[in-house]
């Protein structure tokens, strides 16, 4: 089965700009998740996606993103404008059910770097 | 709010020279933990979830085990293979649409040939 995909794998803008990064979940999985990981910190989480709607945005960190998962399949991460801040590593996850469920867990793509200039 | 810290940061070890890392949490009503495996430029690989204490899950080289406040992941006889970054996480039972994980920041682990 494929795994999830993300793209760009790398993308270098200036502050200000807009990025607009993308994730194709595991055909099948409902559960789709953005985290990110900024230079020395753990992993954190953003939010997470029931097919098209919004379940947890709680892990957002201001009104600059804006994450969209229309018809509930791939999903797209826009920040705009972008700080230095911004960043970092975004991983894009995606599981069939709750992680802790038997045979659910998050499958994790590859990530985005994203660099602010 | 929930916390984990994994030790050590780094750990360099011999080939076949068996060790553990740590990972202790705090959280409010465990849902499960988790064990993860991130190879530089890759995506954290799923190894292990654990859900009760006592509980010990294995996979090759590996063996994970939890208590009330930790994990361990033991690696016996490792191999160069075997060296990336080794990531916990933990999930709340706080709400039944609780899927977030909180992850601890690390252990990177290198085995030396």
């Known amino acids: 089965e494929a795994g999830v995909t993300q793209f760009p794998s790398h993308s270098v803008i200036e502050k200000g700009q807009t990025v607009t990064l993308r994730c194709d979940p595991i055909s099948g999985h409902d559960n789709l998740y953005w985290y990110r990981r900024v230079m020395g910190k753990e992993i954190k989480f953003l939010l997470h996606f029931v097919k098209e709607s919004k379940q947890d945005e709680s892990g957002m960190p201001n009104n600059r993103f804006l994450a969209e998962r229309t018809g509930g399949t791939y999903s797209t991460l826009k920040v705009q404008p972008a700080e230095l801040e911004d960043s970092g590593v975004y991983f894009c996850?995606?599981?069939?059910?709750?992680?802790?469920?038997?045979?659910?867990?998050?499958?994790f793509g590859n990530g985005t770097r994203l660099t602010v200039t | 709010e929930d916390q984990v810290t994994q030790s050590p940061e780094a750990l360099r070890l011999q080939e076949g020279e068996s060790s553990s890392l740590n990972c202790s949490y705090t959280v409010s009503g465990l849902r499960g933990l988790f064990w993860y495996r991130q190879d530089p430029g890759k995506g954290p690989e799923f190894l292990f979830t654990l859900y009760s204490a006592g509980e010990e899950k294995e996979k090759e080289r590996l063996k994970a085990t939890l208590t009330k406040k930790e994990s361990f992941l033991h690696i016996t006889a490792p191999k160069p293979e075997d060296s990336a970054t080794y990531l916990c996480?933990?999930?709340?039972?706080?709400?039944?649409?609780?899927?977030?994980?909180?992850f601890g920041k690390g252990t990177l682990l290198t085995v030396n040939p």
């Open positions: 996480a933990v999930q709340a039972g706080s709400g039944g649409s609780n899927y977030k994980l909180t």
């Open positions: 996850a995606s599981s069939q059910g709750n992680p802790s469920s038997y045979n659910s867990p998050l499958h």
